[in-house]
Structures are given as structure tokens and as C-alpha cells.
């Protein structure tokens, strides 16, 4: 399992991009899959995740900490998911990020491509599809 970064005292480190709970007219529905991708994670206990709740903190995690892998959902407030990556991108082009998105649409998935998402998935996500897709970046990173 690549849950282990460079040593093998210290876990990767995963930073979620997602909203808070009822910023949104869907909130009930998005906060459940939210929550359950922080709980998912936590329960896998290979993973020291961060959360952050809005772009500007994600762009402030990424340039102060060692992050290793971001899933970041793509109507986070307030300048939403994808803008946040084009500006993440500047900071760090390697880092692996995973969008996350309620509904796939062509300029989606270009501006994903454009702006080098590593992966595009649908919420609710599949957890097994999440695991398998994380494991994957982070051997690629490691091969690097």
C-alpha cells in the first residue's frame, strides 16, 4: 500500500477542498458526501488529512504545508474548484489533484484537462474508485 511518503514515520499527506455545511441550495446532499470523504479517509488511518473549506484556505494550505494529494470539489466557494486549480497550478504543477464534481460537462472535463486535474470524479464518490484512483497518483508521484 503507498500510504507511506518518504520515511516510514510520516503518512501522506491529503488536503480535501470542500464547502461548508449549507453553503449551498443542495447543501443536505453535498454535506453527506463531504463528510463522508473525511470520515472515509480518517477511517482508512493511512492518511493525515486536511481539510479546508474554501479556495483562497486550499491555495494557503498548499504554499504553507507538505501536501502530498488534493481532492477538490469543484463548486468549493468562493471562486470554485477549478479557478482554485488554475491558480494551484502556479504554485505547485506537479502536485496531484483530484476534482470532484455532482455534474460532468464537456467545458468541465476540457478545463480539468487544461488545467492538468489528474482525475475528474462524480459525487457521491465511489470510495472504492477513490482509494484505487489516490494509490495510483501516488505511486505515478513516486515514480517521478
Do not use: C
Amino acid at each position: 500500500m503507498v500510504a507511506m511518503r518518504r520515511d516510514h514515520d510520516s503518512r501522506v499527506r491529503v488536503l480535501l477542498g470542500e464547502g461548508q455545511e449549507g453553503e449551498r441550495p443542495n447543501a443536505a446532499a453535498r454535506d453527506t458526501a463531504g463528510r463522508s470523504l473525511r470520515v472515509a479517509f480518517q477511517k482508512r488511518g493511512e492518511y493525515d488529512t486536511v481539510v479546508a473549506h474554501s479556495g483562497p484556505q486550499v491555495l494557503r494550505i498548499v504554499e504553507r504545508e507538505l501536501i502530498d494529494l488534493v481532492v477538490l470539489d469543484v463548486d468549493l466557494s468562493p471562486m470554485g474548484g477549478l479557478r482554485t486549480l488554475r491558480i494551484l497550478r502556479g504554485i505547485d504543477e506537479l502536485l496531484p489533484v483530484i476534482l470532484t464534481s455532482r455534474a460532468w460537462t464537456r467545458h468541465l472535463l476540457s478545463e480539468a484537462l487544461h488545467f492538468e486535474a489528474s482525475s475528474v470524479l462524480r459525487t457521491p464518490v465511489e470510495l472504492e474508485v477513490l482509494f484505487e484512483t489516490v494509490r495510483r497518483l501516488l505511486m505515478e508521484k513516486l515514480d517521478e
